[in-house]
């Protein structure tokens, strides 16, 4: 749904900068033409300071001569400054809004530039004494647009179209990047993506047992949770109902496991669900599905960004009906020799792992092995 803004006329918001414009060009040119006249009356040899009818007729028409100069040229200069503001500062700001607009579906933003340059005022000492600059207040407005459009509420994590609107670019692009190292890419390169594809374990039963209500109470200790967890190595993206997506950059050397192994203890120890009648604290869990992105380093464009987020999710399945409360990590083994196989592992983990492509990783039984 479209929102529109409401705001002062643009015609207004002119008309009172060219005012602004003129009233401080004129007194800059009334002290300069002042003093213009003490340096003729001084080089004249005439007294500045007399009565109109004792000056003589040249003094005379010497400051009528200044005051025309003056005023003439405060009304040029106020024409030329204020056409060069609208063309280099209101124009461009407007056709910055128009782009705003079109990607936020707001609009009449373009329409209103003046609310960006005179902060939300009409006043002319507003205008003259700004509080911020008008494009700092652009970027502010763009920040809480998108905000607004890539944040979850519940979660406080970022939305599914972040990821498809923002993150996957970005992903596409170190792709290409890496094409150039792809010979020492694990070796020399020293840092690599990861997909981790999280889902809360018997989620429906906490809707169903105790309401939506404590059921959104567990998605934002999950988002609290996992954004903890993850840190600035990477991001959280609620990929839908209680599906989380988790991309990181991890240094080499690149152990997946122990993040995985990190997540789902951290999970199980601090998500929980009360007990509205009993108090009782029912502790939560999950199953985690991890690919390394790109998975075959052969060749790096062979899968795309949905197909890696594809095959996180088929891994993660993998974990929940192996018993839950578990993970499970697919690694490239050996690299299909054609497109059309590439396509078929990355649709069905099963003929994957068959095939060869794939090999499953799984949690072993010393904790140590994830140190």
Same mark, same amino acid.
């Given at each position: 749904?479209?929102?529109?803004?409401?705001? =002062?006329?643009?015609?207004?918001?002119?008309?009172?900068?060219?005012?602004?414009?003129?009233?401080?060009?004129?007194?800059?040119?009334?002290?300069?033409?002042?003093?213009?006249?003490?340096?003729?009356?001084?080089?004249?040899?005439?007294?500045?300071?007399?009565?109109?009818?004792?000056?003589?007729?040249?003094?005379?028409?010497?400051?009528?001569?200044?005051? +025309?100069?003056?005023?003439?040229?405060?009304?040029?200069?106020?024409?030329? +400054?204020?056409?060069?503001?609208?063309?280099?500062?209101?124009?461009?700001?407007?056709?910055?809004?128009?782009?705003?607009?079109?990607?936020?579906?707001?609009?009449?933003?373009?329409?209103?530039?003046?609310?960006?340059?005179?902060?939300?005022?009409?006043?002319?000492?507003?205008?003259?004494?700004?509080?911020?600059?008008?494009?700092?207040?652009?970027?502010?407005?763009?920040?809480?647009?998108?905000?607004?459009?890539?944040?979850?509420?519940?979660?406080?994590?970022?939305?599914?179209?972040?990821?498809?609107?923002?993150?996957?670019?970005?992903?596409?692009?170190?792709?290409?990047?890496?094409?150039? =190292?792809?010979?020492?890419?694990?070796?020399?390169?020293?840092?690599?993506?990861?997909?981790?594809?999280?889902?809360?374990?018997?989620?429906?039963?906490?809707?169903?047992?105790?309401?939506?209500?404590?059921?959104?109470?567990?998605?934002?200790?999950?988002?609290?949770?996992?954004?903890?967890?993850?840190?600035?190595?990477?991001?959280?993206?609620?990929?839908?109902?209680?599906?989380?997506?988790?991309?990181?950059?991890?240094?080499?050397?690149?152990?997946?496991?122990?993040?995985?192994?990190?997540?789902?203890?951290?999970?199980?120890?601090?998500? =929980?669900?009360?007990?509205?009648?009993?108090?009782?604290?029912?502790?939560?869990?999950?199953?985690?599905?991890?690919?390394?992105?790109?998975?075959?380093?052969?060749?790096?464009?062979?899968?795309?960004?949905?197909?890696?987020?594809?095959?996180?999710?088929?891994?993660?399945?993998?974990?929940?009906?192996?018993?839950?409360?578990?993970?499970?990590? +697919?690694?490239?083994?050996?690299?299909?020799?054609?497109?059309?196989?590439?396509?078929?592992?990355?649709?069905?983990?099963?003929?994957?792992?068959?095939?060869?492509?794939?090999? +499953?990783?799984?949690?072993?039984?010393?904790?140590?092995?994830?140190?």
């Amino acid at each position: 749904m479209k929102r529109k803004l409401i705001t =002062h006329k643009s015609s207004e918001f002119l008309w009172q900068i060219t005012a602004l414009l003129f009233f401080w060009i004129f007194l800059f040119t009334l002290i300069v033409g002042f003093l213009d006249y003490l340096a003729l009356c001084y080089y004249l040899r005439i007294f500045p300071f007399l009565n109109w009818g004792s000056m003589e007729s040249r003094q005379q028409i010497m400051i009528v001569c200044i005051v +025309i100069s003056m005023l003439v040229l405060s009304f040029c200069l106020t024409l030329i +400054i204020s056409s060069i503001y609208k063309k280099i500062i209101y124009y461009p700001l407007k056709l910055l809004l128009s782009e705003v607009e079109r990607a936020s579906k707001y609009e009449g933003l373009a329409d209103h530039a003046e609310l960006y340059l005179c902060g939300g005022k009409m006043n002319i000492f507003d205008l003259a004494n700004p509080r911020q600059l008008w494009t700092d207040r652009v970027k502010d407005y763009i920040d809480s647009v998108t905000k607004e459009r890539y944040f979850d509420d519940t979660t406080g994590c970022f939305n599914r179209k972040y990821f498809s609107q923002a993150i996957t670019d970005v992903l596409k692009t170190q792709m290409m990047c890496s094409i150039s =190292h792809r010979n020492g890419f694990t070796k020399t390169a020293g840092n690599q993506y990861c997909m981790y594809l999280i889902d809360i374990d018997h989620f429906k039963l906490i809707n169903d047992e105790f309401g939506h209500q404590y059921g959104d109470q567990v998605l934002g200790q999950v988002g609290a949770t996992l954004r903890s967890v993850v840190g600035s190595a990477g991001i959280v993206i609620r990929s839908g109902g209680e599906e989380f997506l988790i991309i990181v950059y991890i240094n080499y050397p690149m152990n997946f496991f122990q993040l995985a192994e990190k997540l789902r203890i951290e999970f199980s120890e601090t998500v =929980h669900v009360i007990n509205p009648k009993t108090q009782e604290i029912r502790p939560l869990t999950c199953s985690i599905g991890f690919v390394p992105f790109p998975i075959f380093q052969d060749d790096l464009t062979a899968l795309s960004v949905e197909q890696h987020v594809n095959l996180s999710d088929q891994a993660m399945y993998l974990a929940k009906s192996e018993g839950r409360n578990t993970w499970r990590g +697919i690694e490239a083994n050996v690299t299909p020799g054609s497109q059309s196989e590439f396509d078929k592992a990355s649709t069905s983990l099963e003929y994957g792992t068959k095939a060869g492509y794939f090999k +499953i990783c799984q949690p072993t039984a010393t904790p140590a092995d994830y140190i």
